[in-house]
């Protein structure tokens, strides 16, 4: 079955402790992308990926560093986190030749800093 | 000025009616618009996908793209229970890889 897989589905840290979320597709995508939606502002971009070893700033990009050592996996490292990054992650993909084509989602990643 | 609008709602309409959900955008050079509905607490969902002016019907939905006057629409006929869910629109930005998102429109369809 195509999908995006994020894990973990849940994750409660304290802060400051490091942690990251992997992301993983399985359609062969060449591009990938991190957002971070909250009540009110909805979805906003962290970081995107065009293909593997090309990232770039979304709207939101600080506090949060990503990799793409290989086409499939864009994981999202928090490497001090704080109180305001608590909020629901989605990574997304995409495929096609084109800027164009529509985004698919993983299911998301709630995570609460306390 | 927000870059992609949308009445936040919620939007209510009685079951078997027409619900219509409209978003607008403040980019000229916006080239391609998505509607993705949500549960809640769950991933977007893509419902349909329009990149030139005029209408695209799927099934009970039916997006409405007007560039001049900048807005997007999506038509919900046979509105179903099952409907209840926020309605996000997405727009993307002519050579780029950027989306936008609106915040949503919550939809509550009463049985």
């Known amino acids: 079955e195509a999908q995006v897989t994020q894990n973990p589905r849940y994750l409660i840290t304290v802060t400051g402790k490091k942690l990251t979320v992997t992301c993983s597709q399985n359609?062969?995508?060449?591009?990938m992308s991190w957002y971070r939606q909250d009540p009110g502002l909805g979805l906003r971009q962290i970081y995107y990926s065009m293909n593997v070893e090309v990232t770039d700033k979304g709207d939101v990009p600080e506090g949060y560093k990503v990799s793409r050592k290989e086409k499939r996996n864009f994981p999202l490292i928090l490497e001090s986190p704080s109180p305001n990054q608590t909020s629901l992650y989605f990574c997304a993909s995409k495929g096609g030749s084109t800027t164009n084509s529509p985004l698919h989602f993983g299911n998301g990643t709630r995570l609460t800093v306390t | 000025q927000k870059e992609v609008e949308q009445n936040s709602g919620p939007l209510s309409v009685p079951e078997g009616a027409i619900a219509s959900l409209n978003c607008t955008y403040s980019?000229?050079?916006?080239?391609?618009f998505f509607w993705y509905r949500q549960y809640s607490g769950k991933s977007p969902e893509l419902i349909m996908s329009?990149?030139?002016?005029g209408d695209k019907e799927d099934g009970r939905f039916t997006a409405q793209l007007n560039k001049a006057s900048q807005y997007v629409s999506l038509l919900i006929r046979d509105s179903q229970p099952s409907d209840s869910a926020t309605y996000l629109c997405?727009?993307?930005?002519?050579?780029?890889?950027?989306?936008?998102f609106g915040t949503g429109t919550r939809l509550k369809v009463l049985a």
């Open positions: 359609m062969n995508h060449e591009y």
């Open positions: 980019d000229r050079v916006s080239q391609s």
């Open positions: 329009i990149y030139s002016n």
């Open positions: 997405a727009v993307n930005i002519v050579g780029s890889y950027k989306y936008i």
